[in-house]
């Protein structure tokens, strides 16, 4: 019997759906489907993209298959592209243009093509667990239509749960106590051998929950601070992989409101009605007060420095390289990459991808 993977949040997910499989032979994971939705410092249009958004892509009968070479004709970036040089896996695009109904195709037609008879969703963080009205609850569009869709789908499903509480949503406790709740079983801890060879990947990936799970598996133990001044702690706790049945979530969660949903529009439209606002709506409100990003210099880095010695006497153990980015307004594509370059070659002990320490080696 052979499965399907789905990232539920997107290439990040992709990521450790591919460490999971490897670590996991048993589950016997074929391809990993993901969406194109990575944030706008990478591609600045809101949402996640669609097949026809791509030039490069491989069309099978039903699903499209991301290729090395493949593109955004309109501008901005995909990471998936670029994954697919990392994992062994092919890496399939989930395209909800044609909303939960047509992903739910998708998901049929890529499962009959890998001969596969199980779909796992893979979530790191665990916000795919909320019930729906949570307080910290920010970004649960992706999660919701990748759970419903793989529900919808008629193949038996499973959720796999890593990283609790590492994208900074749902705390740890919340987390916890949904899945003792759904019946959530503790079904491996991942190890430095795990991720052994995927960390090249964060030189250059924006995923913090996913770098963060990485770096907790190598054997990283700490206190960080994340995107909008966030703080997370990386334990023993944090490398714990948790299985539950699909359907039992999914009736206990958004999922249940999205489940016949035939455009992104309609999906947009249900989250506004039920919680205000749709995760779209939150990057185009992203993108409207968006700043002209600022070019690395020296300066830049005598102000990370000082951030950093001040973050340290806060308790702070490192910084993720995204929120560097952000406390540098390096908020494009080329500024980011050239202060990740610059970060490297002046700041060599301390920039350790996902992380940027809070002090150096030698002051520790």
């Known amino acids: 019997m052979t499965a399907?993977?789905?990232?539920?949040?997107?290439?990040?997910?992709?990521?450790?759906?591919?460490?999971?499989?490897?670590?996991?032979?048993?589950?016997?994971?074929?391809?990993?489907?993901?969406?194109?939705?990575?944030r706008l410092i990478i591609d600045p249009s809101p949402g996640p993209r669609s097949s026809a958004d791509f030039y490069g892509l491989i069309r099978h009968d039903g699903f499209?298959?991301?290729?090395?070479?493949?593109?955004l004709r309109t501008g901005g970036h995909s990471t998936l592209p670029r994954l697919t040089r990392h994992i062994d896996l092919p890496i399939l695009l989930m395209d909800i243009n044609a909303g939960t109904t047509g992903l739910s195709n998708q998901i049929r037609s890529a499962a009959a093509a890998f001969d596969a008879e199980e779909i796992v969703?893979?979530?790191?963080?665990?916000?795919?667990?909320?019930?729906?009205?949570e307080p910290g609850l920010r970004s649960p569009l992706a999660d919701s239509v990748a759970l419903a869709a793989a529900t919808m789908s008629g193949l038996t499903s499973h959720v796999l749960v890593a990283g609790v509480g590492l994208d900074g949503e749902l705390p740890v406790a919340e987390v916890d106590t949904r899945l003792t709740r759904l019946d959530a079983t503790d079904i491996a801890v991942l190890t430095r051998s795990d991720v052994r060879g995927f960390e090249p990947i964060w030189s250059w990936h924006p995923s913090e929950a996913n770098g963060l799970l990485a770096a907790g598996a190598a054997g990283w133990r700490g206190t960080v601070e994340t995107q909008r001044n966030s703080t997370i702690r990386i334990d023993d706790?944090?490398?714990?992989?948790?299985?539950?049945?699909?359907?039992v979530l999914a009736n206990d969660s958004l999922s249940t409101l999205v489940l016949t949903a035939t455009s992104l529009a309609e999906i947009e439209q249900v989250l506004r009605s039920r919680r205000g606002y749709s995760d779209v709506d939150?990057?185009?409100?992203?993108?409207?007060?968006?700043?002209?990003?600022?070019t690395p210099t020296a300066d830049v880095l005598a102000e990370i420095d000082q951030y950093s010695k001040d973050a340290a006497a806060?308790?702070?153990?490192?910084?993720?390289?995204?929120?560097?980015?952000?406390?540098?307004?390096?908020?494009?594509?080329?500024?980011?990459?050239?202060l990740r370059e610059l970060l490297?070659?002046?700041?060599?002990?301390?920039?350790?991808p996902p992380l940027f320490t809070a002090r150096s080696l030698e002051s520790r």
């Open 4 to 38: 399907i993977a789905i990232a539920a949040g997107g290439g990040g997910d992709a990521v450790t759906a591919a460490v999971i499989a490897q670590k996991m032979p048993d589950l016997r994971i074929e391809a990993i489907m993901s969406y194109s939705w990575d």
């Open 121 to 133: 969703v893979v979530d790191v963080g665990g916000d795919i667990v909320a019930a729906g009205h």
């Open 344 to 352: 490297s070659r002046q700041r060599p002990d301390r920039f350790r």
């Open 64 to 71: 499209y298959e991301v290729t090395s070479t493949a593109g």
């Open 237 to 247: 706790a944090t490398t714990h992989v948790f299985q539950l049945r699909g359907t």
């Open 282 to 294: 939150v990057e185009r409100n992203r993108l409207s007060g968006h700043f002209a990003a600022r």
């Open 314 to 338: 806060r308790g702070i153990d490192a910084l993720t390289i995204r929120r560097v980015i952000e406390l540098a307004g390096a908020t494009d594509t080329p500024s980011a990459e050239t």
